[in-house]
Nanobody, 129 residues
Framework: QVQLVESGGGLVQAWGSLRLSCAAS????????MGWFRQAPGKEREVVAA????????TYADSVKGRFIISRDNAKNPVYLQMTSLKPEDTAVYYC??????????????????????WGQGTQVTVSS
């Protein structure tokens, strides 16, 4: 089982920026699909961004396109989420997730939480207006 630990959350004002990191233990992730999800109170968990095996294959939720960037460094922490121009509606607990091989499809296929195998504990992001 893969262990994922998120960090970098916090309180930020609207239009501010945060960078989330996801550290993983015990595995190399070059063949994994990695995703960031979020869950606001009373809402379902939703995909924010996904990054495929190739690294350059990325998918974003429409609500974050142009503001968030997912990236990965397979030699260190496997995945980051750079968030800019944050809005109050971005407030949520953010989760890192990993889909183990086989991963035959591109990142856009992995937009559903149930397709992932391992999850972090989450990090709170709060954006004040």
């Amino acid at each position: 089982q893969v262990q994922l630990v998120e960090s970098g959350g916090g309180l930020v004002q609207a239009w501010g920026s945060l960078r989330l990191s996801c550290a993983a233990s015990g595995r190399t992730f070059s063949t994994y699909v990695m995703g960031w999800f979020r869950q606001a109170p009373g809402k379902e968990r939703e995909v924010v961004a996904a990054n495929g095996r190739s690294g350059g294959d990325t998918t974003y939720a429409d609500s974050v396109k142009g503001r968030f960037i997912i990236s990965r460094d397979n030699a260190k922490n496997p995945v980051y989420l750079q968030m800019t121009s944050l809005k109050p509606e971005d407030t949520a607990v953010y989760y890192c997730a990993a889909k183990r091989p086989p991963t035959f499809f591109g990142s856009s296929y992995y937009s559903d939480a149930w397709k992932y195998d391992d999850w972090g504990q989450g990090t709170q992001v709060t954006v004040s207006s």
